[in-house]
T-cell receptor, first 117, second 113 residues
Framework: GAVVSQHPSRVICKSGTSVKIECRSL??????MFWYRQFPKQSLMLMAT?????????EQGVEKDKFLINHASLTLSTLTVTSAHPEDSSFYIC?????????????FGSGTRLTVV | GNSVTQMEGPVTLSEEAFLTINCTYT??????LFWYVQYPGEGLQLLLK?????DKGSNKGFEATYRKETTSFHLEKGSVQVSDSAVYFC????????????FGKGTRLSVIA
């Protein structure tokens, strides 16, 4: 079945540094990638939608200059948290859909636990 | 807009008990409906789905039937196990292009031996 590999699974960084999270579709072409953020014991909050080769569309309240999304190929999308601060600590999850994935299917990565100290 | 309302937990059951997690939705058109499961520290895994009215999705003993008349997609399992302890999310897709899933708030299930 469709698989999305997300790395790293956990990262600890110092305040003010940047962190890059990668999501790769292993057996299908991810034409669209969704990036979510999840706070403890809460549901997923959509941050942005990116289509391959286009600029990402950010949800209201999400700073596009802080959360940089790149989707330059059909198998790779990245989320970079720039100048991270402790309030950016969260669980980030990507979800992809596209050619070769099952109809109406959304394949999720395993998530990245970001801790900013 | 589209929305999903699901029973808020936490839900605590004894092993072999019957499980129901209610989910209702509001949507225009004919959405597809999903249940996802999230184990601690992990991403989401698709548990089951249904793409049209009266479809029944099933997997690992879990079932849910797409009821258009009641706009519901309740999750059921006849006999839960400790390993079923997780957070369950109901979600819908509008099926109109590459739009994101709309999630419910999630229901935490704890099964005790």
């Amino acid at each position: 079945g469709a698989v999305v590999s997300q790395h790293p699974s956990r990262v600890i960084c110092k305040s003010g540094t940047s962190v890059k999270i990668e999501c790769r579709s292993l057996d299908f072409q991810a034409t669209t990638m969704f990036w979510y953020r999840q706070f403890p014991k809460q549901s997923l909050m959509l941050m942005a939608t990116s289509n391959e080769g286009s600029k990402a569309t950010y949800e209201q309240g999400v700073e596009k200059d802080k959360f940089l999304i790149n989707h330059a190929s059909l198998t790779l999308s990245t989320l970079t948290v720039t100048s991270a601060h402790p309030e950016d600590s969260s669980f980030y999850i990507c979800s992809a859909t596209g050619t070769g994935s099952f109809d109406y299917g959304y394949t999720f990565g395993s998530g990245t636990r970001l801790t900013v100290v | 807009g589209n929305s999903v309302t699901q029973m808020e937990g936490p839900v605590t059951l004894s092993e072999e008990a019957f499980l129901t997690i209610n989910c209702t939705y509001t949507a225009t058109g004919y959405p597809s409906l999903f249940w996802y499961v999230q184990y601690p520290g992990e991403g989401l895994q698709l548990l089951l789905k249904a793409t049209k009215a009266d479809d029944k999705g099933s997997n690992k003993g879990f079932e849910a039937t797409y009821r258009k008349e009641t706009t519901s997609f309740h999750l059921e399992k006849g006999s839960v196990q400790v390993s079923d302890s997780a957070v369950y999310f109901c979600a819908l897709s509008s099926n109109s292009g590459n739009t994101p899933l709309v999630f419910g708030k999630g229901t935490r299930l704890s099964v005790i031996a």
